[in-house]
């Protein structure tokens, strides 16, 4: 069973940075691409940010582009997602997803002085 | 980016009934779709994957269908577990894009 469980998230203010883990299980992790998906307070849903197996190819929405920074460790069977110089529309529950066909419970990031 | 624009945006319905939602692409994405079904406080559940292939463990009251620029969701009868709000969303591209969501509702 594909377990995916995030940490890191929490209050943090304008300009600050966070960095969110997601660990996996129940799969073999090196095999698949991870996704990072976000949803701020009674949104929709909004694709973040995405990684290969082998971590050689990373993309972003133009939003957080030069802002966040996704990687992973196979080793660890953990992706990250590194956030910084956050705005208060960053705000938002940030889903782990595996492929995204296996989704984590999600974290809460809110970003308010 | 590709624009993917869903509808109805809700829709209320009663138990036993057939529902159809739509997703639109602004441009052709083939059949790189997936369709998600979102409960209050829950994270998605992947129904729908390749436009038309039932996830594991989805229920086969589920459908998907459309290709191109068109596709639909179907529920042959709706069951009180169903309430809940669904998006689609296409991978063929980057970014990723979301629909904006259908909230279906109990009649």
């Known amino acids: 069973e594909v377990q995916l469980v995030e940490s890191g998230g929490g209050l943090v203010q304008p300009g600050g940075s966070l960095r969110l883990s997601c660990a996996a299980s129940g799969f073999t992790f090196r095999n698949y691409w991870m996704d990072w998906v976000r949803q701020a307070p009674g949104k929709g849903l909004e694709w973040v940010a995405n990684?290969?197996?082998?971590?050689?190819?990373?993309y972003y929405v133009d939003s957080v582009k030069g802002r966040f920074t996704i990687s992973r460790d196979n080793a660890e069977n953990t992706v990250y997602l590194h956030m910084r110089s956050l705005r208060a529309e960053d705000t938002a529950v940030y889903y782990c997803?595996?492929?995204?066909?296996?989704w984590g419970r999600g974290v809460l990031v809110t970003v308010s002085s | 980016d590709i624009q993917m624009t869903q509808s109805p945006s809700s829709l209320s319905a009663s138990v036993g009934d057939r529902v159809t939602i739509t997703c639109r692409a602004s441009?052709?994405?083939?059949?790189?779709l997936g369709w998600y079904q979102q409960k209050p406080g829950k994270a998605p559940k992947g129904l729908i994957y390749?436009?038309?292939s039932l996830q594991s463990g989805v229920p086969s009251r589920f459908s998907g269908s459309g290709s191109g620029t068109e596709f639909t969701l179907t529920i042959s009868s709706l069951q009180p577990e169903d309430f809940a709000t669904y998006y689609c969303l296409q991978h063929n591209s980057y970014p990723r894009t979301f629909g904006q969501g259908t909230r279906v509702e109990i009649k």
């Open positions: 990684i290969k197996e082998d971590g050689s190819e990373k």
């Open positions: 390749v436009a038309s």
């Open positions: 441009q052709g994405i083939g059949i790189h």
């Open positions: 997803a595996r492929s995204l066909d296996g």
